[in-house]
């Protein structure tokens, strides 16, 4: 169901100076998928990921017990853009804004043209006229994959901390 | 009232390459900026921006809104001065602490001299014998510009997230 | 106790371009240190430090007072493994996650094979069916040395911002 390790530590299979010189890359691509997110666009958030894309949001508790479940499971781009559509309706019911805090990628290895990294992240969230709270937090395990589109996501999991998650969470992360 | 555009998506102009060539030199501002914020050297702050400066704190909903009312707005660096010379005699009653968790820099274009940027933060505050609580989440919108003092903001919209806030944000974010 | 300063705004050493040179080694180092610690392998935790390691965690307020005290203290590697296994036992316990977000790295200076830097953190902490919380935010203030071994620290002082804290504080930082 993926091919990434998302339990325990994985020691990077790159030496340091290539993992410095991969990492601008990666942390390019992060930032900019984020910036689609934070600002609303969900419609765009599709285009990050290759035609036969996995993307699954799964709690560490999970993970950690080897169970596939996850709290949303997709298989290629045309479920995102499913997804996405669906979000973007709803969103117009009840508007939010969102603000991911990244931290810096940690490049793991290249696999031919792909590349493995992880990230770990917060995601507040704020209603309208509401506090602005912790939504989620955890860590992304991706592969990257070079096309002639540029870098692409051909497996992203994000895996999530709490085990307790506000029955509301629809949005992409 | 600006020349940012502090709302939706905004793609970047520059390839990615010249983005990551120029990324490291404005993280190393946001740092610095930060650093002298955190260590609550509030008097040496406004030398981070331009003699004709714009900075500006707006709640997000506000700038969504097309609102240009904010919950600071300052032109120039003596209002900088002022302001700052006025918290810092203020501090003394209400001493706290601050820490900045900045993400990554997103660098959006070049124009002649000028650099467009964004950052998202977190701003953890502490005050003497309370606990840690996020006070504020955001989104730094920049114009920095390159002098012969090195880079300089002309213009920062601090855009933050949460429609409540306490009425104690006096603090330069 | 310390060859470092861990309170108030000092001046960075090195010219901006040196600083951005070193800047991504030393986040190599950080991820790598918190991608253990996040992982939970406690036990591989002392492999960071030299042998002659100092590594302290203290409040904000002790610092500024300029109090020695801490919560933790640690000379020597020896005394880092001993800790390590100590807390890998009790782990059993009462298992948990941890994630770190870290911002980006502050490089101050460079004294013969050692790098001075600071690295500001927040850590999350996630007990098992309970919510993810702020366990810790705070700065790291950092003596790192080249050796045969690659970068290790000499000297790490963590100062984390609350004056309140859980008794549960067991878990390296």
Not at 51 to 78: F, H, K, S
Not at 113 to 135: K, M, R, S
Not at 160 to 171: H, K, P, Q
């Amino acid at each position: 169901m993926t091919t990434l390790q998302i339990n325990g530590y994985v020691p990077s299979r790159l030496d340091p100076r290539r993992a410095a010189e991969l990492r601008p890359e990666v942390e390019h691509f992060n930032i900019e998928y984020c910036a689609v997110l934070d600002s609303g666009q969900v419609e765009d958030w599709p285009r990050f990921f290759t035609e036969d894309c996995i993307y699954r949001i799964t709690a560490r508790e999970n993970a950690q017990l080897g169970l596939p479940v996850g709290l949303v499971y997709a298989e290629g781009r045309m479920m995102l853009q499913d997804r996405a559509v669906a979000i973007a309706r709803t969103q117009m019911f009840a508007p939010r804004t969102m603000v991911h805090i990244l931290g810096p990628a940690r490049v793991l290895a290249e696999e031919g043209t792909d590349i493995l990294a992880q990230c770990n992240f917060i995601l507040l969230q704020t209603l309208v006229e509401g506090p602005t709270t912790l939504h989620l937090a955890g860590t992304y395990y991706d592969r990257l994959r070079r096309t002639a589109e540029g870098l692409l996501l051909q497996e992203r999991q994000v895996i999530y901390e709490s085990s307790i998650i506000a029955n509301d969470l629809v949005y992409p992360v």
